[in-house]
């Protein structure tokens, strides 16, 4: 997709400071990093997000998502790694190409959870449970 911020990082018509490439996913440098060596790993085929990407995408992007995070750990010292991705903009998706985030984590890095865990209502729970399997 021309008008595809990501896609075009793909195809080089936008820089970006690649870390890694495999047949289908290629891993780079967010430039906004919510802590330093913040990476992201995108497929090279278009998808909006990962409730539309191949089964195939989807387990190259982890894949080279978990090559990156060990690097995190291995190369930057990281002793924690946060992978995120997230889908439509009511999800906080703001570029609309599959991206999982790899973030390195240390202790006290100021990097917060975005809710706070509060136990759940039980009925609720089963309640819900029940229309995801029902949906799967
Ligand atoms: P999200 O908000 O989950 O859709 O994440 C989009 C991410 O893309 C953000 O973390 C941005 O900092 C990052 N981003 C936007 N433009 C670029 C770019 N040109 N190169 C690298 N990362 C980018
Ligand atoms: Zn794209």
Not at 12 to 17: H, L
Not at 44 to 50: E, G, L, Y
Request: net charge negative; with cysteine; charged share 20%.
């Amino acid at each position: 997709m021309s008008d595809c911020l990501f896609c075009r990082i793909v195809a080089g018509d936008i820089p970006a400071t690649r870390i890694a490439e495999t047949e289908r996913a290629i891993a780079f440098m967010d430039i906004f990093p919510a802590t330093p060596g913040h990476a992201l790993v995108i497929p090279r085929a278009h998808a909006d997000d990962a409730l539309c990407a191949t089964d195939e995408d989807l387990a190259a992007c982890m894949q080279l998502a978990s090559r990156v995070g060990r690097a995190a750990l291995d190369g930057l010292g990281a002793t924690g790694v946060t992978f995120q991705t997230v889908a439509r903009p009511d999800g906080g998706q703001t570029v609309f190409h599959l991206h999982i985030h790899v973030i390195p984590r240390v202790a006290g890095d100021g990097f917060s959870a975005p809710w706070e865990p509060v136990a759940g209502d039980p009925a609720a729970i089963e309640d819900h449970a029940a229309r995801l399997r029902g949906a799967l």
